[in-house]
């Protein structure tokens, strides 16, 4: 199979259509660019159709200001399946001092579907440094804790029935 390319950075400048009733940038705009540079990563990597399954605990632990320059960093950490885990690292810059801060960073897991919307296999992960490595670790522990909190779930709710 063809190698794949497992990175995608994508940047966009904040405007003030975007600020929330402090001034500063609403999350959910945050969000919805989170949401597109996982799609963008992992439609690259798979080359199917891609649908976002789940998106991790997101913490905004420092405000983004209109003018910042987002530029957010995706990439493949794990390949199950059908399913990858996508990371994704926000870095904002204020353009006049060059200042650089690192916002946020979130996993979200994205499911490739055929034609049929079904689940489909998607190529493996090649792992080529310690860095990757590292990331492939990670990803599966958060992948394993995801797969049992949503276990637990169902058994509950059977048990409620
Ligand atoms: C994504 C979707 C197709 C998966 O359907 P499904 O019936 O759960 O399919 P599967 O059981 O084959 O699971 C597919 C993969 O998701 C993983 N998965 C399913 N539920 C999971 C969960 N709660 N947590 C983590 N991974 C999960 C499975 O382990 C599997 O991964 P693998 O193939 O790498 O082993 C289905 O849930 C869906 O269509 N969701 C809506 C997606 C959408 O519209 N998103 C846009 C936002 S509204």
Sequence with gaps: MEKREKTVSM??????????FSGNVHGGYILSFIDKVAYACACRYAGTAIVTLSVDRVYFKDPVHVGDLLTFHASINFVGTSSMEVGVKVVA????????????????????????????????????NEIDK??????????????KLYREHLERKKQME
Excluded at 98 to 117: F, I, P, Q, S, W
């Design 93 to 128: 810059e204020n353009l006049k001092t060059g200042e650089k801060r690192h916002t946020n960073t979130c996993y979200l897991t994205m499911v490739a579907l055929d034609d049929n919307k079904k689940p489909t296999a998607v190529p493996k992960l090649e792992l080529n």
């Design 11 to 20: 940047a966009e400048i904040m405007t003030p259509d975007m600020a929330n």
């Design 134 to 147: 590292r990331r492939f670790e990670e990803a599966k522990i958060r992948r394993e804790t995801r797969l």
